[in-house]
């Protein structure tokens, strides 16, 4: 009984969104974040000594004990040789989890043995849980964490150091961000004011009026009431029709007529969509600042939305553990961000992308704060980037913020019919070549690995945006692109002759927070993915 407990879950969540709206903005960031920065190696070990050493039950605690990690042990590395150092020997020695292992998909087995986890076993004691959201991944229906009340206004520092870095205190602030069960447009809605930022619309994302999405529809209502009540000056979302953006570019292009220049936030994809309807219509959005995340920011999205005239900032958040980097004003290239060090520590170690042969960093983060939701250290997030120092003088910089992570992006890869193509050179055919080729853009083509009744079967799906294609045309295209990478010629081969590739000229799916990524691997629940109504012709 699905709702039932959805009202039970949001009953709770009111208390914590009525606490939020009624808690003054921390007065002063600077200071705040810098004390943080300065106690960073300090925080992370009483997190773990109350978290982990004193609970034998939380995996860390059996991993540590088999990599003979005593408390004492760890404090005097961390003394010695610093957080991160410490960190690396630690993953060397067994103590880190997978993103599978972190979901619970995979066995954690350390030095032969078997260390059993559930879900709530790297939780916080010391933290209460206020607000829940829900991960919007690509592969599965998602996680629900906890975070207190205390997390969300630490968060909020970041954010209002990113106004005043970026300019947009003054700017119209528009939101594009799902509803309930995800929190990121409710935290925009109930809190921007205090961000310094002048949220003027709040367009939700994957939020319609069908099936359950009308509970999570009343239930983001409901929360926004609540934060009226408390005092807090809420925007209620506003719903766009089915797969069209333009209503947000005519708003922005409006809002620029009128003298008024606007910041869109919020996933990237879909803010691609928006400056893609802008090109379209002729509307003009130039000068719009683009600060977008919750999926990697490649290239082509980055040259669509500069197209249109935005400014592009990247930023990377993990739902586990909140901001972890924002872009500044320098960083106007890839998918680059300054890292929160006050809030996470990052390292990196050189792996295989699960079953490919490309080489990728593969980051892992250990939490730092007393208010983290879960205790994790070296926890895989199937992200890959290349952490180094930065010398910035941007406010992150003067902060000390003084290592930055470039090249973020999701590894994966496809592993249909025992071929091995890796994630990234499939997702530059898809959002580069094809649309080069045949028409369209970065968006318009989606690559859905499935699993079929006798085969696992990639379907194609294409926009009709893209132009009048045929199937057979966009496939035999996308065959023989796909030889121009490692392993490509084998995999057109095999699924041409396979007929493991299927075009339908559709749009794109979605994810339950509303997100369009480019592919979709074998493990993404089809009920998790919503196929926009729309002219479907199938092939
Ligand atoms: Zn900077």
């Not at 961000?195 to 994957?206: N, P, T």
Request: aromatic share 8%.
């Amino acid at each position: 009984m699905r709702l039932p407990a959805e009202i039970r879950r949001y009953s709770r969540m009111m208390l914590g969104v009525f606490e939020l709206a009624r808690t003054p903005a921390i007065a002063d960031p600077e200071q705040t974040l810098r004390r943080n920065l300065e106690n960073r190696a300090a925080n992370f070990l009483d997190l773990v000594a109350r978290a982990v050493y004193a609970n034998p039950e939380n995996p860390y605690h059996k991993m540590l004990r088999l990599a003979q990690c005593e408390y004492r042990d760890m404090e005097r590395a961390v003394q010695r040789d610093g957080l991160e150092p410490t960190l690396v020997e630690l993953l060397r020695a067994g103590v880190y989890l997978t993103h599978d292992e972190l979901k619970g998909k995979a066995p954690i087995v350390r030095s032969g043995e078997l260390i059993s986890a559930g879900e709530h076993s790297y939780d916080n004691p010391s933290t209460p849980a206020g607000i829940e959201t829900r991960s919007g991944g690509s592969r599965s229906k998602g996680t629900l964490t906890q975070h207190s009340v205390a997390a969300q206004i630490h968060w909020e520092q970041y954010q209002r150091l990113l106004a005043r870095e970026l300019g947009i205190q003054h700017d119209a602030f528009v939101a594009l961000l799902p509803i309930l069960p995800s929190i990121s447009g409710l935290m925009v809605s109930l809190r921007g004011a205090q961000y310094d930022w002048q949220v003027e619309k709040w367009y939700a994302l994957s939020g319609n009026q069908r099936d359950y999405a009308h509970s999570r529809a009343a239930a983001t209502r409901a929360m926004i009431l609540i934060g009226k009540m408390a005092g807090a000056p809420c925007t209620f979302p506003t719903y766009l029709p089915e797969n069209d953006f333009s209503p947000v570019a005519e708003y922005i292009a409006r809002r620029k007529i009128a003298g008024k220049r606007c910041c869109l936030g919020g996933f990237v994809s879909p803010a691609v969509r928006v400056a893609a309807a802008a090109i379209e219509r002729g509307w003009d959005i130039s000068g719009t600042v683009f600060s977008v995340g919750g999926e990697a920011l490649t290239p082509a999205k980055r040259a669509t939305m500069e197209a249109a005239g935005g400014e592009v900032y990247p930023f990377y958040a993990i739902v586990e553990f909140g901001p972890v980097g924002y872009a500044c004003r320098r960083m106007k290239t890839g998918n680059c961000v300054h890292l929160f060090e006050d809030l996470v520590a990052a390292i990196s170690r050189k792996r295989l992308a699960p079953l490919s042969e490309t080489e990728v960093d593969s980051l892992l983060f250990t939490t730092l704060t007393p208010f983290a939701s879960r205790a994790l250290i070296n926890a895989e997030m199937d992200d890959s980037g290349i952490i180094e120092k930065v010398n910035c003088d941007c406010l992150f910089g003067q902060l000390g913020y003084g290592r930055q992570i470039r090249d973020i992006a999701s590894y994966g890869k496809l592993t249909g019919q025992g071929m091995t193509l890796a994630g990234t050179d499939v997702v530059r055919v898809l959002e580069e070549t094809l649309p080069r080729r045949l028409g369209g853009s970065a968006g318009d083509y989606q690559l859905v690995e499935e699993e079929g009744p006798a085969q696992t079967v990639m379907t194609l799906r294409v926009s009709p945006r893209a132009g009048r294609l045929r199937p057979d045309e966009v496939r035999e295209c996308f065959l023989e692109e796909l030889k121009a990478h490692r392993g490509g010629t084998v995999a057109a081969s095999t699924w041409r002759h396979a007929e493991g590739v299927k075009v339908i000229i559709a749009e794109p799916l979605a994810t339950p927070t509303g997100k369009v990524l480019p592919l979709h691997l074998l493990g993404a629940r089809k009920s998790d993915l919503k196929a926009p109504a729309l002219n479907f012709a199938a092939y």
